[in-house]
Structure formats: C-alpha cells, structure tokens
C-alpha cells in the first residue's frame, strides 16, 4: 500500500514537473512585448454609491493636515473612457494609506482586474507612491496574471476631473506594460 502510494506520488511528481517544464518553455519562447492603453477609473468618494471605505485610522489622523494614519479600501469601476456611463472594463481593487507627514501621499497596492475584452479574467497589480500634489504621478506595475504573467512596467495616472459636490473623481491610467 505505502509503497503504492509513493509511486503514485512519485509519478503526479513527474507529470507535474512535466507539464511546469513545458508551460516555462513556452513562455520563454514568446517575445516580451510592450502594450500601451489608456484606461479611466471612477473613484466615488462619498453618497451612498461610493466605493472608498475608509477603514482606520490613528488617533493622530484628525490632527494631521495630511492625514497620515488613514487607511481605505477601493473597489472602483474601470471604464474606458471617461463618462461613468461609458464601456465598463473591470474594476480596480486595493488598499490605500496615507503614509507621509508633510505632503498629501498615498501609498497604493492595487489590482486591476479585467473582466471585458481580450484581458478578460487577466490582472494588474500596480504599487507605489501617488504624491497627489503632482499632476501626473507614476507608480510601478509590479505584475499580473493571465495574459499579463510576469508583467512589470509603468502607469502615468492624473486627475481627470473632481466634482467633490458629486463625490465623483475620475482619473486617467495610462499603462505601459511588458509581458509575454
Ligand atoms: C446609486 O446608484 C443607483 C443605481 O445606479 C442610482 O440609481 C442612484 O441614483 C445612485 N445614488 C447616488 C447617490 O448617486
Ligand atoms: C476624528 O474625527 C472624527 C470626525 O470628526 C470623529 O468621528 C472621530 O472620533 C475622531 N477621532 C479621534 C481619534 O479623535
Ligand atoms: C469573461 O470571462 C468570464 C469567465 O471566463 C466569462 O464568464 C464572461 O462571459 C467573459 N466576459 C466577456 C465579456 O467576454
């Protein structure tokens, strides 16, 4: 019986190096590629539709001029283009802190999750520091899943507009990603 097992084990062994081995030499066989789009993102800060929640916070925050200490979490909707009515494209989902001091900063761990089009089922993973003071701000893209496998690359993002009366900020994404 052990002894069955253990071949058995052996064997799945095997077979599931196999299959590694086949789908790493494949991937190593495509080119990296570079792809470049534009995409918006509907942040709604505030009603009874937003999707922002602030989750913490320290007991210093509220004396913070730049809220340092606050965390949030966001599940925002991904459009193409900038109209909340425009085609949907996934959303964005992740973590936000405020993490400095003396200047307005966000430091972002945050997943793009694609659910239209051919990146359908694929991810994004973007990490880094927004100084929302900058007009265009850069953060890494850290990788991805799907058709995006061992992304790595860039976003420029910037404010397209703020209607703070609405609780609606849209932002621009551009992202130039490499993956195979
Ligand atoms: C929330 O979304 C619903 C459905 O889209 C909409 O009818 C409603 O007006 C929205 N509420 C606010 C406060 O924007
Ligand atoms: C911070 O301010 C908010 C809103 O005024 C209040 O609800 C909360 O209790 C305050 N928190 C601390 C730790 O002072
Ligand atoms: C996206 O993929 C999911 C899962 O494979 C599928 O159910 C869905 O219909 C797809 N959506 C589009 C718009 O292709």
Known sequence: MAITQ??????????????L?????????KREKLT??????????????????TVAQASMTNQSATLFGQVAVVDDVVTVDPETS????????GLVAFTSQSEMVLSMSMTFVFTEGKYNGSDLTVMGRNLLSLKVREMPIIGGTGLFRLARGYVRTSTYSSDLKKGLIVLVYDFYVYHY
Do not use: P, Y
Request: no cysteine.
């Open 36 to 53: 470049r789009f534009r995409l918006h993102v509907q942040n709604i800060i505030a009603g009874s539709n937003a999707t922002v929640a």
């Open 86 to 93: 425009s085609k949907n494209m996934g959303r964005v989902q």
């Open 21 to 29: 081995t086949t789908k790493s030499e494949l991937l190593s066989s």
């Open 6 to 19: 253990t071949k058995l084990f052996l064997f799945s062994l095997i077979v599931s190096s196999t299959i």
